[in-house]
C-alpha cells in the first residue's frame, strides 16, 4: 500500500482485515506509520479472500481503503479418490469407478485421473 499522507504523528499503525472463505474476519495490525508490507501465512488453497486497511492513530480508526479480492492458486488433492470398485465385465473388460472429491478435499479443479493398472509384474497407466 501507499500511504497518502506520510504525516508519522498522526498515524500508529493499519490494520488489515481478512475476509476469509466462510466469512470469517481477521484483523492483523501493522504498527509504524512506515510500514508498507505484510506478509499474511496460513492461506488455505483455491478459496477467495478479501482484504482492506485501515490507518489508525491511538483509538481512533481512519478511513478504510478500496477492497482487494484474491483467489490463492489451486494445490494438490488432501486425499485419495474413495469407494474405489473394479467390476470386470468379461475377460477383457474392467470399468473402475469411485467417488468423486469434494471441492474443499479437491483444493482446485479436478481435470482428471490417473489410473495404474498392475497385472503379474507389468504396469500400464491411463489418464481419464
Do not use: C
Amino acid at each position: 500500500w501507499n500511504h497518502v499522507n506520510h504525516d508519522e504523528e498522526f498515524m500508529d499503525g493499519i490494520m488489515i482485515y481478512t475476509i476469509g472463505p466462510n466469512e470469517d474476519i481477521q484483523e492483523h495490525t501493522v504498527l509504524g506509520s512506515v510500514s508498507s508490507t505484510y506478509t499474511l501465512h496460513g492461506l488455505s488453497p483455491y478459496n477467495t479472500y478479501t482484504f482492506f486497511i485501515v490507518p489508525f492513530w491511538k483509538s481512533i480508526e481512519g478511513t478504510p481503503s478500496n477492497l482487494y479480492t484474491i483467489r490463492t492458486p489451486e494445490s494438490v488433492p488432501l486425499v485419495a479418490p474413495i469407494n474405489v470398485i473394479a467390476t470386470l465385465h468379461n475377460g477383457r473388460t474392467m470399468l473402475i469407478t469411485w467417488s468423486p472429491l469434494s471441492q474443499s478435499e479437491a483444493q482446485g479443479k479436478v481435470l482428471g485421473y490417473k489410473v495404474l493398472i498392475t497385472h503379474q509384474k507389468s504396469q500400464t497407466s491411463e489418464t481419464t
